[in-house]
C-alpha cells in the first residue's frame, strides 16, 4: 500500500478530523472516498470553477504582511494568497457569493 504525505493548514485539518470523526471514518479514509469517486468519474467529483472576484479574501494577504512585519511568521511564497487579493480598501468588494457558497 502507498503512503502519501501532504501539507495542510492546522485548522483545516482539525476541522476535517472532526467532520469525518462525526461520519465514521478518519481523514485517510476520506481521502480514498475522495481519489476512489475522481477515478470512478474520470473528474473531480464536485465542480470547480475560478471565482469569478479575484478580490474577494483581501485581508489574508494584509494579515500575512503583518505576521511578518512582527517577526510573528515567516511565509513561503506558496502560503500566501494571489497579490492581486492585496487590494486598496476603496476597491475591496464585500464577501464575495463564490466563497460564501464554498466554491474552490
Same mark, same amino acid.
Given at each position: ?20 470523526? %462525526? ?15 475522481? @477515478?470512478?468519474?474520470?473528474?473531480? +467529483?464536485?465542480?470547480? /470553477? ?7 479574501? +483581501? ?5 500575512? @504582511? ?7 511568521? %515567516? ?15 476603496? /476597491? /475591496?468588494?464585500?464577501?464575495? /457569493? ?7
Amino acid at each position: 500500500m502507498a503512503q502519501v504525505s501532504f501539507r495542510i493548514d492546522d485548522t483545516l485539518k482539525s476541522e476535517a478530523d472532526a467532520l469525518f470523526g %462525526n461520519m465514521g471514518m478518519n481523514l485517510s479514509t476520506a481521502i480514498t472516498i475522495f481519489i476512489r469517486q475522481s @477515478i470512478d468519474r474520470r473528474a473531480l +467529483p464536485f465542480e470547480v /470553477r475560478a471565482c469569478s472576484n479575484p478580490l474577494a479574501a +483581501p485581508n489574508r494577504i494584509r494579515a500575512a @504582511i503583518e505576521d511578518y512585519a512582527n517577526g510573528k511568521k %515567516n511565509y513561503h511564497i506558496h502560503e500566501l494568497p494571489p497579490l492581486a487579493e492585496a487590494a486598496p480598501a476603496s /476597491r /475591496r468588494p464585500s464577501r464575495s /457569493r463564490c466563497h460564501a457558497k464554498g466554491v474552490v
